[in-house]
């Protein structure tokens, strides 16, 4: 084990051998167990770096959790499920999802043992926290899961792995990668020879003129694929909600974001949350590949409003002070306008083929 105390060490120690990928970067300062951006900050809330949809309004996760009893539903309500979350955060959602369905589907939350899949151990604390005394199981990969029936929900999962970037140069499609000036100074550079993951840019984008950058996520892809093998084998369903595009495009969306405000991508690294937009198409395709249905991507604000966030919050104003009230208001049209998250997030749903349309993707 390396004795290194930070990660913006370790990653000069890295460079000192030649430039890495860009995903290689966000894998590193993002995932590092031990000195990586999710195992040593808090990086959600008002003190936090930004914040995500369970965060803003519980309704979020009672209504996710209201999702998964409906679908166990239709499943046909099998005596034992299990109800996996990917990269849960604080483990808010599945708070809110248990004490919602505790309410309204005893019977699910009965059948349903929770599994949450994390790298970052500090998270891991919170989620036990958040969990209480309701009993749950820890994994660091979704291949771990034990077999049987399951429904899977991923919150801002997909846009936390690491994407390649590729630029378009008269060579062809060439790595974006990350290299360390003899100063100390990081910048970015391009791979002088084509990148052999350039077959997997969908065909217009590969056309993208001279200069432009594409994104792709073999990660990404490779988790949706998983998800959606076990689907067919054991039956269930899976929602995954992430910012994103619903078609593949060129375009460089590699972000980080620090106290609410954009940051430097490779400024004081570690210290910020780097994300990239989800290719939904890009998922829709590996999970095609293995067989299952697939419903949208729907926007998050639709996808709320046929979830009935309206009528649920409606209910959460009519026990609210006047103060609580406006709180209520704005976190609801945060979720849902089309100017806020409502448009720029997106829903999509796998399910097994013995499965109808998925609750929230009926027009
Ligand atoms: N779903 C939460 C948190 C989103 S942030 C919410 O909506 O609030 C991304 C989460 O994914 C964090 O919990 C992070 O630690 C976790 N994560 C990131 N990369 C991961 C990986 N490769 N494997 C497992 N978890 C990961």
Known sequence: ????????????????????????????????????????????????????????????????????????????????????????????????????????APSFLAAASIHFIETSPALRDQQKRAMGDHPALWYEKFSQIPKGPLIVIGNEFMDALPVHQLVRTGSGWCERQIARSPDGDLFFTVANKPSPLSTQLHPLVAEAALGSVAEISPKACAVTGAIANRLRIEGGAALLIDYGYAESAAGDTLQAVKHHRRHEVLAEPGTADLTAHVDFAALCRAANNCGVKIFGPVTQGVFLERLGIMERSKSLLRDADLIGRLEIETQIERLTSPTEMGNLFKVLGLASNNLSVLPGFVP
């Open 1 to 104: 084990m390396d004795d290194t105390h930070s990660v913006e060490k370790l990653l000069h120690q890295k460079l000192a051998s030649g430039p890495i990928p860009v995903a290689e970067y966000m894998r590193l300062v993002l995932g590092h167990p031990r000195l990586g951006y999710y195992a040593t900050r808090t990086p959600f809330g008002r003190e936090g770096d930004f914040i995500t949809a369970p965060e803003i309004c519980q309704a979020f996760g009672e209504l996710i959790g209201l999702w998964a009893a409906h679908v166990w539903g239709l499943m046909g309500a099998p005596e034992e499920i299990n109800l996996v979350e990917l990269g849960p955060g604080r483990g808010t959602l599945m708070a809110d999802a248990l004490r919602a369905c505790g309410k309204v």
